[in-house]
C-alpha cells in the first residue's frame, strides 16, 4: 500500500475529473480537498465549467479554498483549488 506524503506546501496535486464517473465526481472532489493541507493546490481539470460545483464549494468551505481558473476556454477547464 502506498502512502500519500504531503512534501511540500506549495505543492500542486492533479485531480482529471474527467475520468471519474459523474455519480463520485462531487463526492471525490470533496474528498480530495479535505485532504488537502494549507499552501497545498489541487489543479482540477473537467470537460465543462462546474458552476454548480463551484457553488457548493464556497458554500462548504468559505475561505477556506481560493478557486482561480488557470484556462477557462477553449479546451479543458483547468482550475486550481487552494487550501488556506
Known sequence: MKTHLHL???AIYPFDAR???KRFRHAAIFGALDAL???ETMR???DHDPLPLLDQL???YGEKVVIR???R???PIVI???KQ
Open 73 to 75: 476556454e477553449p479546451g
Open 44 to 46: 482540477f481539470v473537467n
Open 80 to 82: 486550481d483549488f487552494v
Open 37 to 39: 493541507r494549507g499552501g
Open 69 to 71: 481558473y488557470q484556462q
Open 58 to 60: 464556497q458554500q462548504h
Open 8 to 10: 511540500s506546501p506549495d
Open 19 to 21: 475520468g471519474i464517473a
